[in-house]
T-cell receptor, first 114, second 113 residues
Framework: GAVVSQHPSWVICKSGTSVKIECRSLDFQATTMFWYRQFPKQSLMLMATSNEGSKATYEQGVEKDKFLINHASLTLSTLTVTSAHPEDSSFYIC??????????FGPGTRLTVL | AQSVTQLGSHVSVSEGALVLLRCNYSSSVPPYLFWYVQYPNQGLQLLLKYTTGATLVKGINGFEAEFKKSETSFHLTKPSAHMSDAAEYFCAVSAQAGNQFYFGTGTSLTVIP
């Protein structure tokens, strides 16, 4: 089956630093990847849609200058949280679209900003 | 536009009892519907999906769901709960014309021994 990995799985950083999270489709090519954010005990909220070779499309209310998304290849999308603050602490999950409408989800990255 | 409503943020059942998790959707186009399970600190695992065809969909771990267009529902059921079913369950909808997923707020399932 299709596998999506995320790296790192867990990161702690100081306030004001930037953190990069990678999302890789391991055995298929994904022209479209999605980034979601999940607060504790809450649902997943779509942050942005990432298309290979083009600018990401951000959902309303998501700061594109704070959450930088790069989809440079058909198997890799990155999310960079710039100048992270404690309120950015969350569980970030990516997904990659395979054939038809199925999305394959990564295992998630837990970000803690001190 | 698409949206999902999951009734009941917490559901408790006894081991061996019927599991019923409710999901109602709103969609301006024929929907694609999904149920995912999430264990603590893990990503999402697909339980089952409805795209087209048979309205009763069978998934993994003995779960099934029925798409009822007239009721705009896609409730998840399992005849007999197991302790390992304790987790968070999310219903999601996607439009045919687009591919973003919209998730419900989730239902936390507790299985009582």
């Amino acid at each position: 089956g299709a596998v999506v990995s995320q790296h790192p799985s867990w990161v702690i950083c100081k306030s004001g630093t930037s953190v990069k999270i990678e999302c890789r489709s391991l055995d298929f090519q994904a022209t479209t990847m999605f980034w979601y954010r999940q607060f504790p005990k809450q649902s997943l909220m779509l942050m942005a849609t990432s298309n290979e070779g083009s600018k990401a499309t951000y959902e309303q209310g998501v700061e594109k200058d704070k959450f930088l998304i790069n989809h440079a290849s058909l198997t890799l999308s990155t999310l960079t949280v710039t100048s992270a603050h404690p309120e950015d602490s969350s569980f970030y999950i990516c997904s990659a679209r395979g054939e038809l409408w199925e999305q394959f989800f990564g295992p998630g990255t837990r970000l803690t900003v001190l | 536009a698409q949206s999902v409503t999951q009734l009941g943020s917490h559901v408790s059942v006894s081991e061996g009892a019927l599991v019923l998790l409710r999901c109602n959707y709103s969609s301006s186009v024929p929907p694609y519907l999904f149920w995912y399970v999430q264990y603590p600190n893990q990503g999402l695992q697909l339980l089952l999906k409805y795209t087209t065809g048979a309205t009763l969909v069978k998934g993994i771990n003995g779960f099934e769901a029925e798409f009822k267009k007239s009721e705009t529902s896609f409730h998840l059921t399992k005849p007999s709960a197991h302790m390992s079913d304790a987790a968070e369950y999310f219903c999601a909808v996607s439009a045919q014309a687009g591919n973003q997923f919209y998730f419900g707020t989730g239902t936390s399932l507790t299985v009582i021994p």
